[in-house]
């Protein structure tokens, strides 16, 4: 296929197709095997060129990947053989409005470079997926990202009021705005939010902020039994609405232990990281009922501070989890979600899981939601063990489902968990998935494999 009327269509330098930068493409954090080779990688600066990449690509009957910052961890970005990975990566601009409190990102933008932008304004954006320093704007609202304070903020979708995004067919269209009510036609923004760049390519996000987030008291405590961990969230979430509430196993302390030294207890079956952001007494009184909680839970120690750099570094070991199991070995990361009242069965259940396949398995979640981080870590050159893996990945989506759950909740369909994504919306909702994609992407252009 030849490229020369798309590389004349847009700036120099905008079409790739040396093979090394090409292959740096291929995958994102997941590191699909199934991985192709691009045709080439488009990197735009303006909406206008994401444009005319799609006007050559529908003519053509070329495929689009689009792509953010490389950072998703369900596949969702996997370059295929032949087509073209659209990459967002030069689209940075940002205007911030404190009089809507609103924002107008484009979405290669980082989410930690919009926290900086909007902070300088006395604002703040709450999404906050753990890979918030390498994440792109744009791929948190593919995937519909949460994070460590979803809990009680909520996640991505709760902050995109508008929308600019380019359809199949080279369409650009404006959907929502700063205004904080608005049911004028259908909820097509919400419609795009988490659909993985399969029914068009988002060019710029209007985002709704909140005032400074005030300084946080938090509570971190260990057990001896994941079970009592799960009973103490329960009661948490049942009375309040913390800020944070997540979980660490003990294979996941032990292996933050082992690279920051920050005494964390090596015995501990679990702990748990829990804030609360309520402005003065308030902010205390909840910590103090948490601290209470998971002690009436047999916690084995309770440290409560309101030192926001002790916070932090609490928070930082938290987030830390992921590459600290990872050095253990390559890892196929989980994001499954069930009600809170089964998470002490869905915990219990992964444990047998792992015993059963003789495979390590750590688990992080916010627990605060119910939404866990299964990490099953696997050495790729051992054929046996990444079989044992595979298996275990796909019947830990199993037990989420029959628990009332969810395939993901924040990653991703992407393309590793869409065999299982029917099994859990059943056929009804699948088709009207279906009939969605035909209409929007007829000739099945956007990320084809991805999603839906």
């Not at 995109?160 to 205004?179: E, F, I, N, S, Y």
């Not at 608005?182 to 919400?190: E, I, P």
């Not at 659909?195 to 209007?206: A, K, M, P, Y």
């Not at 259940?349 to 981080?373: C, F, M, P, W, Y």
Request: charged share 20%.
């Amino acid at each position: 296929m030849s490229l020369d009327s798309l590389i004349a269509a847009l700036p120099e330098g905008t079409v790739v197709t040396d093979p090394d930068i090409v292959a740096s493409y291929r995958q994102d954090r997941a590191a699909d095997p199934d991985a192709g080779t691009a045709l080439a990688v488009v990197r735009p600066t303006r909406t206008e060129e994401v444009q005319a990449t799609l006007r050559w690509a529908s003519g053509h009957g070329i495929a689009v990947v689009p792509r953010g910052a490389g950072t998703g961890l369900s596949g969702g970005a996997t370059a295929l053989d032949g087509a073209i990975v659209l990459s967002t990566e030069r689209m940075r601009d940002i205007t911030v409005d404190t009089a809507t409190r609103t924002a107008v990102a484009q979405p290669g933008l980082l989410n930690a470079e919009v926290k900086k932008a909007v902070a300088a304004h006395g604002l703040w954006y709450p999404p906050d997926p753990s890979s918030f320093e390498i994440c792109s704007i744009g791929g948190n609202i593919a995937t519909n990202a949460g994070g460590l304070c979803c809990v009680k903020y909520g996640v991505t979708t709760d902050y995109v009021l508008g929308l600019q995004v380019v359809l199949a067919d080279g369409t650009a269209v404006r959907l929502g705005g700063p205004r904080l009510k608005d049911v004028a036609g259908l909820s097509l923004t919400k419609l795009f939010v988490g659909s993985e760049g399969t029914l068009g390519v988002i060019t710029e996000v209007t985002l709704k902020l909140l005032p400074a987030q005030h300084s946080p008291c938090t509570v971190v405590a260990s057990f001896d039994s994941v079970e009592a961990a799960a009973r103490a969230v329960v009661t948490i979430t049942g009375k309040i609405r913390p800020s944070m509430l997540e979980f660490m196993d003990s294979v996941a302390i032990n292996a933050v232990e082992d690279k920051l030294k920050m005494g964390l207890d090596r015995n501990a079956a679990a702990m748990m990281v829990a804030a609360s952001d309520e402005k003065g007494p308030a902010g205390h009184d909840d910590a103090e009922f948490m601290a209470r909680v998971f002690t009436e839970n047999g916690a084995t120690e309770v440290f409560s501070t309101s030192d926001p750099d002790e916070g932090e570094a609490f928070v930082a070991a938290r987030r830390f989890a992921i590459p600290a199991v990872e050095a253990k070995g390559s890892l196929l990361l989980e994001d499954v979600g069930v009600p809170l009242p089964a998470l002490a069965d869905l915990v219990a259940g992964i444990e047998k899981i792992a015993a059963q396949r003789d495979v390590l398995i750590s688990v992080i979640a916010h627990a605060g939601d119910g939404n866990t981080h299964p990490l099953i870590v696997f050495d790729p050159a051992d054929a046996d063990m990444a079989q044992r893996a595979a298996l275990a990945f796909g019947e830990i989506m199993d037990l989420a489902v029959t628990l009332g759950g969810t395939i993901t909740g924040e990653h991703g369909v992407g393309r590793l968990k869409r065999p299982w994504l029917a099994g859990q919306i059943g056929p009804e909702a699948m088709e009207l998935n279906r009939r969605i994609k035909d209409a929007l992407d007829p000739a099945g252009i956007l990320n084809p494999g991805a999603g839906i």
